[in-house]
């Protein structure tokens, strides 16, 4: 069963994000906070609205705010929905619209 998106799953969800898929977050902030030039980039909260990002471009850090394109329900359709975006980055990237 997954759970709700209270603080304590949201800590999980950005530790691992963060561990484990950097270069994703990065894609995020690129393409969808249509930010350039990101070095580096760290998940700092999820909820059932969007996620919050701290990136690094040029030596400078923002928070960026980062919305879904529907509210989620629980831990469950924040990972679907992290992959769907990741896939949907990448052929962005890859059609040169971004």
Same mark, same amino acid.
């Given at each position: 069963?997954?759970?709700? +998106?209270?603080?304590?799953?949201?800590?999980?969800?950005?530790?691992?994000?963060?561990?484990?898929?950097?270069? *994703? +977050?990065?894609?995020?902030?690129?393409?969808?906070?249509?930010?350039?030039?990101?070095?580096?980039?760290?998940?700092? *909260?999820?909820?059932?609205?969007?996620?919050?990002?701290?990136?690094?471009?040029?030596?400078?850090?923002?928070?960026?705010?980062?919305?879904?394109?529907?509210?989620?329900?629980?831990?469950?359709?924040?990972?679907?929905? +992290?992959? *769907?975006?990741?896939?949907?980055? !990448?052929? !962005?990237?890859?059609?040169?619209?971004?």
């Amino acid at each position: 069963m997954a759970d709700p +998106l209270t603080p304590q799953v949201s800590e999980r969800i950005c530790k691992h994000m963060n561990e484990d898929h950097a270069d *994703a +977050l990065a894609l995020y902030a690129r393409v969808f906070g249509q930010v350039e030039g990101v070095t580096q980039a760290r998940m700092q *909260a999820i909820d059932s609205e969007g996620m919050d990002l701290q990136v690094e471009v040029d030596g400078a850090v923002q928070t960026l705010r980062i919305p879904f394109d529907h509210p989620l329900k629980d831990s469950e359709d924040a990972h679907h929905t +992290l992959i *769907a975006m990741l896939k949907q980055a !990448r052929a !962005r990237v890859k059609q040169g619209s971004v």
